[in-house]
């Protein structure tokens, strides 16, 4: 197995496009030879095999440089979430103990909050001293890797719970990327906008099986969906990928009915099931579209569909990828029926090692050679499989079993509905009932009867949400997942508790 995946592609492709970022393609000679540099600028400062490097910034081709350099010197990958209060921080640089941390101008507290003993370094000056700096390693710096060598530890739980390092070894970046091209049919002619956070799993999603393939990266530093859609009409994104909420602030952009999108391709939602109105606006704009499933755990992803597949189950993730198997399993490891819900578990190269000095949580998530996801899902009788939730955000009411995504998905069906959220809460009658924060489109109207109203014609009465509250906007994480934990709080601040 391959693991300098830089050196080799300079190798085979050196005059290829591979990166846009700030205003300009680099190529794959060019991401080499920045790679060998960033090597050999921290083995100057005594990084070396097995030392966590972080990285506590936006969007920048240090992330990558970081990236592309760790096989070269055998250091793992360790991108700190910027989003994250300076508390937060301090406890992520206690656990994973950088060497390292490197800033952008906007992030030195955070980087000074997680380095504890290690070394700050802003990117402004690690550009200029990887520009001066020579691009061989010292050969006693020059590390013996495996494909189960870690190369990343990857924070994953933000959401629903405290962040937990996941270690990703070579081996899983590897067959994430053959799992990704093969499936998905991904070429080298295949351009993506780099638009989630680098820090994410999302980073895995397409950019590190693009530099497998020989294909295009457009890095974009923040998020802006006028951006965003000038980026894909300018340079020729053929595939697309955010999360639903992105994906919504791209349609209702005033710029998305005139921005040119014939090149793209089809057009993937990751995070979480993409509303019907929002699948409905990039077919408009005829973008074809399709769910995808993963987590930083494995891969990231996991399933693979067909557009004329997807188009006849737009709920469906399809079916696990070449290298992968799935199963929908009970709590006793049973396998589930067609249509019966249980929790996903998975198993196969792309999975990961388990989680950074967490031994307790790596036996929970992996029993007997399968991880056990936490996400619920059921398939149906031709193997196709849909996610139903998080098996955490599942409650019961009234004794009654209520998925979260099932009231979301048809709160959306409202044509006043922006975004929405549902969670469950203590109730002293009925053990928990369901309370959902939903925003309105621009310059929509409706109130909570009426939405409560809609839901009745969808849905049993026990799942209609026995809370609905009106607001301006959802808090977001740094990949523009909904925080369900942000919202229960508020719910229990107003709400004494969250007793009902």
């Not at 780099?194 to 295009?216: D, I």
């Not at 077919?283 to 995808?292: E, K, M, N, W």
């Not at 709920?315 to 249509?339: I, T, W």
């Not at 929970?364 to 059921?378: P, S, V």
């Given at each position: 197995?391959?693991?300098?995946?830089?050196?080799?592609?300079?190798?085979?492709?050196?005059?290829?496009?591979?990166?846009?970022?700030?205003?300009?393609w680099y190529t794959y000679f060019e991401l080499n030879e920045r790679a060998e540099r960033t090597a050999a600028l921290l083995?100057?400062?005594?990084?070396?095999?097995?030392?966590?490097?972080?990285?506590?910034?936006?969007?920048?081709?240090?992330?990558?440089?970081?990236?592309?350099?760790?096989?070269?010197?055998?250091?793992?990958?360790?991108?700190?979430?910027?989003?994250?209060?300076?508390?937060?921080?301090?406890?992520?640089?206690?656990?994973?103990?950088?060497?390292?941390?490197?800033?952008?101008?906007?992030?030195?507290?955070?980087?000074?909050?997680?380095?504890?003993?290690?070394?700050?370094?802003?990117?402004?000056?690690?550009?200029?001293?990887?520009?001066?700096?020579?691009?061989?390693?010292?050969?006693?710096?020059?590390?013996?890797?495996?494909?189960?060598?870690?190369?990343?530890?990857?924070?994953?739980?933000?959401?629903?719970?405290?962040?937990?390092?996941?270690?990703?070894?070579?081996?899983?970046?590897?067959?994430?990327?053959?799992?990704?091209?093969?499936?998905?049919?991904?070429?080298?002619?295949?351009?993506?906008?780099?638009?989630?956070?680098?820090?994410?799993?999302?980073?895995?999603?397409?950019?590190?099986?693009?530099?497998?393939?020989?294909?295009?990266?457009?890095?974009?530093?923040?998020?802006?969906?006028?951006?965003?859609?000038?980026?894909?009409?300018?340079?020729?994104?053929?595939?697309?990928?955010?999360?639903?909420?992105?994906?919504?602030?791209?349609?209702?952009?005033?710029?998305?009915?005139?921005?040119?999108?014939?090149?793209?391709?089809?057009?993937?939602?990751?995070?979480?099931?993409?509303?019907?109105?929002?699948?409905?606006?990039?077919?408009?704009?005829?973008?074809?579209?399709?769910?995808?499933?993963?987590?930083?755990?494995?891969?990231?992803?996991?399933?693979?569909?067909?557009?004329?597949?997807?188009?006849?189950?737009?709920?469906?993730?399809?079916?696990?990828?070449?290298?992968?198997?799935?199963?929908?399993?009970?709590?006793?490891?049973?396998?589930?029926?067609?249509?019966?819900?249980?929790?996903?578990?998975?198993?196969?190269?792309?999975?990961?090692?388990?989680?950074?000095?967490?031994?307790?949580?790596?036996?929970?998530?992996?029993?007997?050679?399968?991880?056990?996801?936490?996400?619920?899902?059921?398939?149906?009788?031709?193997?196709?499989?849909?996610?139903?939730?998080?098996?955490?955000?599942?409650?019961?009411?009234?004794?009654?079993?209520?998925?979260?995504?099932?009231?979301?998905?048809?709160?959306?069906?409202?044509?006043?509905?922006?975004?929405?959220?549902?969670?469950?809460?203590?109730?002293?009658?009925?053990?928990?009932?369901?309370?959902?924060?939903?925003?309105?489109?621009?310059?929509?109207?409706?109130?909570?009867?009426?939405?409560?109203?809609?839901?009745?014609?969808?849905?049993?009465?026990?799942?209609?949400?026995?809370?609905?509250?009106?607001?301006?906007?959802?808090?977001?994480?740094?990949?523009?997942?909904?925080?369900?934990?942000?919202?229960?709080?508020?719910?229990?601040?107003?709400?004494?508790?969250?007793?009902?």
């Amino acid at each position: 197995m391959i693991l300098d995946v830089a050196a080799r592609r300079a190798d085979l492709t050196p005059e290829r496009e591979a990166l846009w970022w700030n205003g300009r393609w680099y190529t794959y000679f060019e991401l080499n030879e920045r790679a060998e540099r960033t090597a050999a600028l921290l083995a100057s400062m005594g990084v070396r095999k097995g030392d966590r490097v972080a990285i506590a910034a936006h969007n920048h081709i240090g992330h990558l440089d970081l990236i592309l350099a760790t096989p070269k010197l055998g250091f793992i990958f360790a991108p700190l979430n910027v989003r994250l209060a300076q508390r937060e921080l301090e406890g992520l640089g206690a656990y994973l103990k950088p060497s390292v941390v490197l800033h952008d101008a906007e992030h030195a507290l955070a980087a000074a909050a997680a380095a504890g003993d290690g070394s700050v370094l802003d990117l402004a000056t690690f550009e200029r001293e990887v520009a001066a700096t020579g691009g061989a390693v010292p050969a006693s710096a020059s590390p013996d890797l495996g494909p189960e060598d870690v190369q990343m530890i990857l924070l994953t739980g933000g959401t629903t719970g405290l962040p937990k390092g996941a270690m990703l070894p070579y081996r899983q970046n590897f067959y994430n990327a053959v799992n990704t091209v093969f499936s998905w049919g991904l070429n080298e002619s295949d351009r993506v906008v780099q638009a989630t956070p680098c820090y994410h799993a999302a980073v895995n999603a397409f950019t590190t099986p693009l530099f497998q393939v020989g294909g295009r990266t457009i890095l974009q530093s923040k998020f802006d969906p006028a951006e965003y859609l000038r980026l894909v009409e300018e340079l020729g994104a053929t595939v697309l990928f955010l999360v639903p909420t992105m994906y919504a602030m791209v349609a209702n952009d005033p710029s998305f009915t005139t921005r040119d999108l014939s090149s793209v391709r089809w057009a993937i939602s990751g995070g979480a099931a993409c509303p019907e109105p929002v699948r409905h606006a990039f077919a408009d704009r005829g973008v074809r579209f399709r769910q995808g499933y993963g987590l930083t755990e494995a891969g990231v992803n996991c399933f693979a569909i067909t557009l004329d597949q997807a188009e006849q189950r737009p709920e469906s993730v399809g079916k696990p990828l070449l290298h992968a198997e799935a199963a929908v399993r009970r709590p006793d490891g049973s396998v589930c029926n067609p249509g019966e819900v249980g929790e996903l578990t998975l198993r196969g190269p792309h999975v990961f090692l388990g989680y950074y000095e967490r031994p307790q949580a790596t036996a929970e998530a992996l029993k007997d050679g399968w991880l056990w996801t936490g996400d619920l899902a059921t398939t149906d009788a031709n193997g196709y499989f849909t996610v139903a939730g998080r098996r955490k955000e599942m409650f019961i009411s009234g004794g009654e079993n209520v998925f979260p995504t099932e009231i979301e998905s048809a709160l959306y069906d409202h044509p006043a509905v922006n975004e929405c959220a549902v969670l469950g809460v203590p109730d002293e009658r009925w053990g928990e009932v369901g309370v959902a924060y939903v925003t309105l489109r621009p310059g929509a109207a409706t109130s909570v009867e009426e939405l409560r109203e809609h839901l009745l014609t969808r849905l049993a009465r026990y799942k209609v949400p026995k809370h609905i509250e009106l607001t301006k906007e959802l808090p977001k994480s740094g990949a523009g997942k909904i925080l369900k934990t942000t919202l229960r709080e508020r719910f229990e601040h107003s709400h004494e508790g969250g007793a009902a």
